[in-house]
């Protein structure tokens, strides 16, 4: 369930966590991750074989997402403390940045924030297992893991190809 942290007090309900992201232009749903995709997400690696039967566990997502919005492709982000190179991995989308195209995310493990300037104040968004969000097109943002450094994400995507950071000169904390 995700939660949304900021200096003027977080949210922890989801009614109010989903109004306020809503407000903030942020889609966001509670989609329970189903009871035979844990078999996959409970492992820290997935093999591609894995990973795909994994996907297949969400698919019907995929498809009510594809006939809404139009979306091409997924695929699945599998991050732990002991991927080679995480840390560099990471320091692309830790800086505040923005996509010509949605951000799409349904998390099936693990956890992570998105960071956004808001409307009135900065405000983090902590997502966990079965949360789905989409951070609108051309929106600054910028994403880490917390201290478990670990994720399984499905990504959606109408064209993987216009899909990269582009960095603005923001900072990304919740100060000033
Ligand atoms: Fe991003």
Do not use: C
């Not at 019907?60 to 599998?78: A, I």
């Not at 808001?118 to 297992?129: D, I, M, R």
């Amino acid at each position: 369930m995700a939660t949304v942290i900021k200096k003027s007090g977080n949210l922890t309900k989801e009614d109010e966590v989903k109004e306020f992201l809503t407000k903030n232009g942020i889609d966001y749903e509670h989609w329970e991750v189903p009871q035979e995709a844990l078999v996959y997400t409970k492992k820290e690696t997935l093999s591609d074989k894995e990973k795909e039967e994994l996907l297949q566990t969400v698919n019907h997502r995929f498809l009510e997402l594809q006939k809404k919005f139009g979306y091409q492709t997924r695929d699945l982000v599998v991050l732990h403390p002991n991927v080679p190179n995480i840390d560099e991995m990471l320091a692309k989308f830790d800086k505040v940045h923005y996509h010509t195209d949605e951000e799409v995310r349904y998390i099936l493990d693990g956890s992570g924030y998105f960071g956004f300037i808001g409307k009135n104040e900065k405000f983090l968004v902590h997502v966990t297992e079965s949360d789905f969000i989409s951070v609108p097109r051309n929106t600054n943002h910028w994403f880490y893991l917390d201290d478990r450094k670990r994720i399984k994400a499905v990504r959606y995507f109408t064209d993987t190809a216009g899909w990269v950071p582009n960095y603005v000169d923001q900072k990304a904390s919740l100060e000033d």
